[in-house]
């Protein structure tokens, strides 16, 4: 039982990372689009005052608005991410880190607190 328990997990780990990789593949192919012909990119607007350009693409590779997320947290919410990522990561974070996508999807409930 703990075999299948644990080959169902690595499969799920398999599928979400296939997911993530295609679809960072598909936006990596859409930024090369926007390209224009002086050799520029495209200028965009910052999405979040709190957040570098990084952490804002990260988001957006996971389907996450940048725009949505609030600007300041709740001692709830800050006391929520310490508990999942631990006071050392958090720091990590906010001084520019940029979160993998499973410390996104771990947290991503402390939002709603």
Do not use: W
Request: proline share 4%.
């Amino acid at each position: 039982m703990k075999k299948f328990l644990f080959g169902v997990a690595v499969g799920i780990a398999i599928a979400v990372g296939g997911f993530f990789a295609v679809n960072n593949y598909i936006y990596q192919a859409k930024q090369t689009n926007d390209i224009n012909t002086s050799g520029t990119g495209v200028v965009t607007e910052d999405a979040h005052p709190l957040l570098n350009d990084s952490q804002e693409q990260a988001l957006q590779n996971l389907g996450i608005d940048p725009t949505k997320l609030p600007a300041t947290l709740t001692a709830s919410q800050e006391e929520c991410f310490i508990g999942k990522l631990g006071q050392a990561r958090v720091d990590e974070i906010i001084a520019g880190d940029t979160p993998t996508a499973l410390e996104v999807l771990n947290s991503s409930g402390c939002l709603a607190k």
